[in-house]
T-cell receptor, first 111, second 114 residues
Framework: KQEVTQIPAALSVPEGENLVLNCSFT??????LQWFRQDPGKGLTSLLLIQSSQREQTSGRLNASLDKSSGRSTLYIAASQPGDSATYLCAVLNYGQNFVFGPGTRLSVLP | DAGVTQSPTHLIKTRGQHVTLRCSPI?????VSWYQQVLGQGPQFIFQYYEKEERGRGNFPDRFSARQFPNYSSELNVNALLLGDSALYLCASSFGLAYPGELFFGEGSRLTVL
């Protein structure tokens, strides 16, 4: 059974810092991995999707990497801004199964 | 283009009642999945439907049921509501069953059971 964990659970940084959020999964036979952002009380916004054959994906100030063999993914946020404050979730899809989500990392970027 | 739309956005029910939540996927998407998210946790998978057939079911009791219509919209039904059913119910659509697999979520339906 796939299990997904995210470290840290919460993070508070001053504006302008570069930061890394971590996602770990127990079953490395994944089809893809997706990072999401969730604002309080809202739905999930897709940030990046990494297929199993890819090592990383980039979108603007965001970069996500995937290391299947070690069961890890990282989300790198460059030059953080107060508007980046949200909960960040990762989810993994195994062959023939459904997405399994981590508990999320709650990020606060202080002005 | 419209994203995933869900209704209602908020609702309050009492224990024992029944609720129906609705979801319209992104145009061209044939797969709809339902997730339950309780406060402070990640979403938990409830159902996936593709081409009007159930293709996956999570670890939820039989009080939970769903269906998908010919236009690919979907309903989630929950009978005999319990206090523990209070949560944000999220609908996600994707193009197919697996490839490319990217999920797109609606804003959710916030259910409060009193």
């Amino acid at each position: 059974k796939q299990e997904v964990t995210q470290i840290p659970a919460a993070l508070s940084v001053p504006e302008g810092e570069n930061l890394v959020l971590n996602c770990s999964f127990t079953d490395s036979a994944i089809y893809n991995l997706q990072w999401f952002r969730q604002d309080p009380g809202k739905g999930l916004t897709s940030l990046l999707l990494i297929q199993s054959s890819q090592r990383e994906q980039t979108s603007g100030r965001l970069n996500a990497s995937l290391d299947k063999s070690s069961g890890r993914s990282t989300l790198y946020i460059a030059a953080s801004q107060p508007g980046d404050s949200a909960t960040y979730l990762c989810a993994v899809l195994n062959y023939g199964q459904n997405f399994v989500f981590g508990p999320g990392t709650r990020l606060s970027v202080l002005p | 283009d419209a994203g995933v739309t869900q209704s209602p956005t908020h609702l309050i029910k009492t224990r024992g009642q029944h609720v129906t939540l609705r979801c319209s996927p992104i145009s061209g998407h044939k797969s709809v999945s339902w997730y339950q998210q309780v406060l402070g946790q990640g979403p938990q998978f409830i159902f996936q439907y593709y081409e009007k057939e159930e293709r996956g079911r999570g670890n939820f009791p039989d009080r939970f049921s769903a269906r998908q219509f010919p236009n690919y919209s979907s309903e989630l039904n929950v009978n005999a509501l319990l206090l523990g059913d209070s949560a944000l119910y999220l609908c996600a659509s994707s193009f197919g069953l697996a490839y490319p697999g990217e999920l797109f979520f609606g804003e959710g339906s916030r259910l409060t059971v009193l």
